[in-house]
Nanobody, 119 residues
């Protein structure tokens, strides 16, 4: 079992910045990758950014070049630096952990944190 707690959401103006944090606890030694997804009402949850335990990163097309995902020294913490925010970045952002235990792969999710971009 892995528990994820997000923080750092809130309100920002277009062109502004926000930084999200996610702390994992529990079976953290089996985490393969962590990432951020976002969802707005009526739409599918979409990948924002992900980072593997080897620090390989992947970004969704809408945020590439504006957002940066990184891991903390503890490796069980992941950050999302969001720059040049746009109205379309509004949504609930969920932290995700991809955990492998033997041959079993399990996705864990945080509760989500709201990000609103508005004037």
């Amino acid at each position: 079992q892995v528990q994820l707690v997000e923080s750092g959401g809130g309100l920002a103006q277009p062109g502004g910045s926000l930084r999200l944090s996610c702390v994992a606890s529990g079976d953290i030694d089996n985490i393969n990758a962590m990432g951020w997804y976002r969802q707005v009402p009526g739409k599918r949850r979409e990948l924002v950014a992900a980072i593997t335990f080897l620090n390989n990163t992947h970004y969704g097309t809408p945020v590439s070049g504006r957002f940066i995902i990184s891991r903390g020294d503890a490796k069980s913490t992941v950050f999302l630096q969001m720059n040049k925010l746009e109205f379309g970045d509004t949504g609930v952002y969920y932290c995700n952990a991809d955990v492998q235990s033997g041959l079993v792969l399990t996705d864990y999710w945080g509760q989500g944190t709201q990000v609103t971009v508005s004037t």
